[in-house]
Structure formats: structure tokens, C-alpha cells
């Protein structure tokens, strides 16, 4: 499902820190599949990849993406052995006013992937900004629409800032993480199945389409 040809000949940007952004990262003719298999998700927050259930194109995408192919084309262009580091993937299928204010990622992650499948797209909000600091969203370097079949990857470091302007309601995304030890793949997984719990028991289903 994945371009690895696309994936592979695209450029990696190096600052303001190391990063890539891939156009048409699925095989145009498996979009439609993933897009129509993709879960039901009612609630905001970060879910984890077995706390929902979607279809065999979905699937098809989620076991390509923790595939020894993709995470060897990543070591190749990040210059990083990653070859024995746990998976962390979770999705978002809806988003609320406070979601994407200007963050780096976790030190126990390596490498972030996010791939978004939303079919269209208007407006500026929601559009992820790749930021030269963590003070200033207007203060970008490349800001990336959430399209359907878009991926950005970047590698972790102290200034990996990133971000978007407040967006609510239906935002597709996937996220991929590289992490550092065992350890930490058990701390996030009990964090975000926990997180996930108490937004499905407590958020209004005000976010559906």
C-alpha cells in the first residue's frame, strides 16, 4: 500500500531539525480502501491501535507500516538504527480546540510518522507546521495540509517544535512512533489506553460529522 519509491527519492529536510514531508505516500489505487476502512472515532484524544476496530484495508496499511520494509527506508534516511526498537501507533479521529498547541515530542521517542486521510481539506486551521521555536506558530518553516495520503516524519531532538492552529471536529490522522525501550512502549500504552477510556466516557459525541 505504502510508495516506498515516493518515500525513498523524497528529500530530508535538516532544519530546523530532520525532517520529511511525503505527497501520495499510499498507492493512489489502495487510497480509497484505507480511507473507507478506517475506524469509527467519535472522541478526541490520542486512541490506541486496540481500542478500536476497522477494516481489511485499514489493516492491510497498519501491518505495512510496522513492516521491516518501512522501518529499514526511515534507518536509511534518518542515518538511524532503529532495527530492534518496540512500535508505538495510535490515532486520532477528532479533534478539540486545545489540540496542536506547539509541542516537541517525547525523549522516549526516536522517530514520529504521521500519516493523514482526510478526503479534503479547507482552511488553514489544522495544518501542521513544521516551527522554527516553541513560542510563535506564525514562526514556521513548512506548514503541511492534512490530506489524505500525506506523511511527515521527523526525528526527535529538543527542538522539534510543531504544531497547528485550533481546529474542532473530524481530523484523520495515524501516529507511528519509534521508541526508545521496552519500558517506554508500556508507559505510553498504559497512558494513552487509560486517556482513551476516560474521553470516550466523558466527551459529548459533538464531534461526529
Sequence with gaps: MLNYQTIGDTALATSPYPYMVIRNAIDLNKLPAVMRDFPAID????????????????????????GSKFRQLIEQKFAMNIGDRPTLLTLRGQMRNKDGRIHTDS??????????LNENWEGQEGHLRILNNGD?????????PPLAGTMVIFKVTDNCWHGHKPV?????????????????????????????KLKKMFSPKAYAD
Excluded: C, M, W
Design 168 to 196: 474542532v471536529g473530524k481530523r484523520l490522522s495515524i501516529q507511528l512512533n519509534y521508541l526508545t525501550s521496552a519500558a517506554a512502549h508500556e508507559k505510553h500504552q498504559l497512558f494513552h489506553g487509560l486517556s482513551a
Design 107 to 116: 525523549k522516549t521517542k526516536l522517530i514520529t510518522v504521521l500519516l493523514y
Design 136 to 144: 510563535d506558530i506564525e514562526n514556521f518553516v513548512e506548514e503541511i
Design 43 to 66: 472522541h478526541p484524544g490520542s486512541i490506541p491501535l486496540d481500542a478500536v476496530s476497522g477494516g481489511p484495508g485499514f489493516y492491510q496499511l497498519i501491518e505495512e507500516l510496522q
